[in-house]
């Protein structure tokens, strides 16, 4: 309740003032509320703002300045749903304006419930491994998120740094909400879905399925790594030949390229297919444009073609352009969101759901309004072969001699993929992904984890989600709950005799 004017309690009102229980934890799901400004009024004819375009109410909402709105997450999505209708008290006042009785009271109509899929203590385990592994990187920022790959139920989604959405109600907190809109690390920023990086070898999920589809390769399909492919004039080294003084690899078909990531075959995969194919594929499990989370902020991505970089860059395209594209870099970029969608495909053999938050709005009795039932988008696009014979690489990757050494031991099977993408850093330093599924033979869970400039996936990204998996298998959470941070990823691995 808050006073304003005279002590004599003229112009009282009474405000809502919203409260996140979990802070940064979940403000970049739930986003915050902050004034209406006289520019959404005027912009909006007066007193009437724009409803979100996902879910638009069929009534009109009415807005004062003073009153609060929506910004980011749910709260800017479901506005509609969640703002009640406010209450009133019609009051006699004598001459001096001091209340003397009231003459009708008018009572608030709450807003309705929005119930999530996200599972708070997996938010919380997922929260806190993405910030251990970004501290222990030296980096500055991250992205983790989780999904069923089965539903498209978004399980947990976290963005490193955070912000606090209650500083934005407490007059107190003023300067914590002015520092979040300076910092040049950029809190307020969803990566999940707002962060485009190259994917790195993430992509080459993608590559592989194109030279699949494109009928230019098969399972027998072998190339052989020398440690260096040229094409005229050009010469394209493998990252292994690289880092670990000059080694050479031998025959690699597709299983054990995606096992040991290994460029030389999917540059040649780049050089056969070319980037039309390679586009085609990648826009058919979610890269490219914006893959439809209920929450605002998602961006489209970069898919380059012949013509975007003539554009843009002034430049035709060229052979060597293939290559890099390949093993997802040159000029392609992606969300997190992105790379999970990718790798769920994957999980659900070739089907896809939208990823999405919401999954009930109930009335505040508790009737149900509303159940949001996906059916998949994608579905039997690419043949039960090829997606069988990729994730057969992808089940190599978490095995002895694969990329992803943290899961060597692990007691569930897994899948996944590394990343180590280059972006141009003077200081050499490379974004580190990696993105998952498990259990292998019947998926219930996927995962992807980026931290920016932040080394080798398999080094920095893959113990992120392996922290998250540790947690979420292992039948015996309530002792976990209670550790800190820092001691998760100990005590679970001994829970589960690793």
Same mark, same amino acid.
């Given at each position: 309740?808050?006073?304003?004017?005279?002590?004599?309690?003229?112009n009282l009102?009474?405000?809502?003032?919203?409260?996140?229980?979990?802070?940064?934890?979940?403000?970049?799901i739930?986003?915050?509320?902050?004034?209406?400004?006289?520019?959404? @009024?005027?912009?909006? *004819?007066?007193?009437?703002?724009?409803?979100?375009? !996902?879910l638009?109410?069929?009534?009109?909402?009415?807005y004062?300045?003073?009153?609060?709105?929506?910004?980011?997450?749910?709260?800017?999505?479901?506005?509609?749903?969640?703002r009640?209708v406010?209450?009133?008290?019609?009051?006699?006042?004598?001459?001096?304006?001091?209340?003397?009785?009231? @003459?009708?009271?008018?009572?608030?109509?709450?807003?309705?419930?929005?119930?999530?899929?996200?599972?708070?203590?997996?938010?919380?385990?997922? +929260?806190?491994?993405?910030?251990?592994?970004?501290?222990?990187?030296?980096?500055?920022?991250?992205?983790?998120?989780?999904e069923n790959? *089965?539903?498209?139920?978004?399980?947990? @989604?976290?963005?490193?740094?955070?912000?606090?959405?209650?500083?934005?109600?407490?007059?107190?907190?003023?300067?914590?909400?002015?520092?979040?809109?300076?910092?040049?690390?950029?809190?307020?920023?969803?990566?999940?879905?707002?962060?485009?990086?190259?994917?790195?070898?993430?992509?080459?999920?993608?590559?592989?399925?194109?030279?699949?589809?494109?009928?230019?390769?098969?399972?027998?399909?072998?190339?052989?790594?020398?440690?260096?492919?040229?094409?005229?004039?050009?010469?394209?080294?493998?990252?292994?030949? #690289?880092?670990?003084?000059? /080694?050479?690899?031998?025959?690699?078909?597709?299983?054990?390229?995606l096992?040991?990531?290994?460029?030389?075959?999917?540059?040649?995969?780049g050089?056969?297919?070319?980037?039309t194919?390679?586009?085609e $594929?990648?826009?058919?499990?979610?890269?490219?444009?914006?893959?439809?989370?209920?929450?605002?902020?998602?961006v489209?991505?970069?898919?380059?073609?012949?013509?975007?970089?003539? /554009?843009n860059?002034?430049?035709?395209?060229?052979?060597?352009?293939?290559?890099?594209?390949?093993?997802? *870099?040159?000029?392609?970029?992606?969300?997190?969101?992105?790379?999970?969608?990718? #790798?769920?495909?994957?999980?659900?053999?070739?089907?896809? #759901?939208?990823?999405?938050?919401?999954?009930?709005?109930?009335?505040?009795?508790?009737?149900?309004?509303?159940?949001?039932?996906?059916?998949p988008? $994608?579905?039997?696009?690419?043949?039960?072969?090829?997606?069988?014979?990729?994730?057969?690489?992808?089940?190599?990757?978490?095995?002895?001699?694969?990329?992803a050494?943290?899961?060597?031991? +692990?007691?569930?099977?897994?899948?996944?993929?590394?990343?180590?993408?280059?972006?141009?850093?003077? =200081?050499?330093r490379?974004?580190?992904?990696?993105?998952?599924?498990?259990?292998?033979?019947?998926?219930?869970?996927?995962?992807?984890?980026?931290?920016?400039?932040g080394?080798?996936?398999?080094?920095?990204?893959?113990?992120?989600? =392996?922290?998250?998996?540790?947690w979420?298998?292992?039948?015996?959470?309530?002792?976990?709950?209670?550790?800190?941070?820092?001691?998760?990823?100990?005590?679970?691995?001994?829970? !589960?005799?690793?």
């Amino acid at each position: 309740m808050e006073a304003k004017g005279d002590p004599e309690y003229n112009n009282l009102e009474t405000d809502a003032i919203r409260y996140y229980p979990m802070g940064e934890v979940t403000s970049q799901i739930l986003g915050y509320v902050g004034q209406v400004t006289q520019e959404e @009024l005027d912009q909006s *004819q007066g007193d009437v703002v724009k409803k979100s375009a !996902l879910l638009p109410d069929k009534s009109p909402m009415t807005y004062k300045l003073g009153d609060r709105i929506g910004r980011a997450g749910i709260e800017e999505s479901y506005e509609s749903y969640l703002r009640g209708v406010d209450g009133a008290d019609i009051i006699e006042i004598d001459a001096q304006g001091k209340p003397l009785r009231v @003459l009708r009271h008018i009572d608030p109509i709450p807003g309705k419930n929005i119930y999530l899929s996200i599972d708070a203590d997996l938010q919380k385990v997922a +929260f806190n491994a993405l910030k251990k592994g970004v501290e222990g990187a030296s980096s500055c920022c991250g992205a983790v998120v989780v999904e069923n790959p *089965q539903t498209g139920e978004i399980l947990a @989604l976290a963005s490193y740094p955070s912000y606090d959405g209650n500083a934005f109600t407490d007059p107190k907190r003023n300067s914590e909400v002015t520092n979040y809109f300076n910092d040049p690390n950029a809190p307020m920023l969803n990566r999940v879905i707002g962060g485009t990086y190259p994917p790195g070898s993430t992509f080459k999920i993608v590559s592989a399925l194109a030279g699949l589809y494109s009928g230019k390769i098969n399972a027998q399909t072998q190339y052989e790594d020398t440690g260096i492919m040229s094409l005229g004039p050009y010469t394209f080294a493998n990252w292994y030949f #690289t880092e670990y003084g000059k /080694k050479e690899e031998g025959m690699m078909d597709v299983v054990r390229a995606l096992k040991r990531s290994n460029d030389i075959f999917f540059y040649n995969v780049g050089d056969l297919v070319g980037e039309t194919v390679l586009d085609e $594929v990648a826009e058919k499990v979610g890269y490219g444009k914006k893959v439809g989370i209920d929450i605002p902020g998602e961006v489209d991505g970069l898919l380059p073609t012949r013509a975007w970089k003539e /554009k843009n860059v002034g430049e035709p395209w060229y052979p060597g352009d293939n290559l890099h594209m390949a093993i997802g *870099q040159g000029f392609l970029l992606a969300t997190p969101l992105q790379v999970l969608t990718s #790798t769920s495909f994957m999980a659900e053999k070739g089907s896809l #759901t939208t990823p999405h938050l919401v999954t009930k709005i109930t009335s505040p009795a508790g009737a149900v309004m509303k159940e949001f039932h996906f059916d998949p988008i $994608v579905k039997d696009v690419f043949k039960k072969d090829y997606i069988d014979l990729v994730n057969k690489g992808l089940a190599e990757v978490p095995q002895d001699g694969g990329t992803a050494w943290p899961f060597f031991n +692990f007691s569930i099977p897994t899948a996944g993929k590394t990343g180590t993408a280059e972006f141009g850093d003077p =200081k050499n330093r490379t974004h580190a992904w990696y993105t998952s599924y498990a259990p292998v033979d019947n998926p219930q869970i996927s995962a992807t984890a980026l931290v920016e400039a932040g080394g080798e996936g398999s080094n920095v990204s893959a113990p992120i989600i =392996k922290d998250i998996y540790t947690w979420y298998f292992n039948p015996d959470k309530t002792h976990i709950k209670s550790l800190d941070s820092y001691a998760i990823a100990t005590e679970s691995a001994k829970a !589960l005799g690793e």
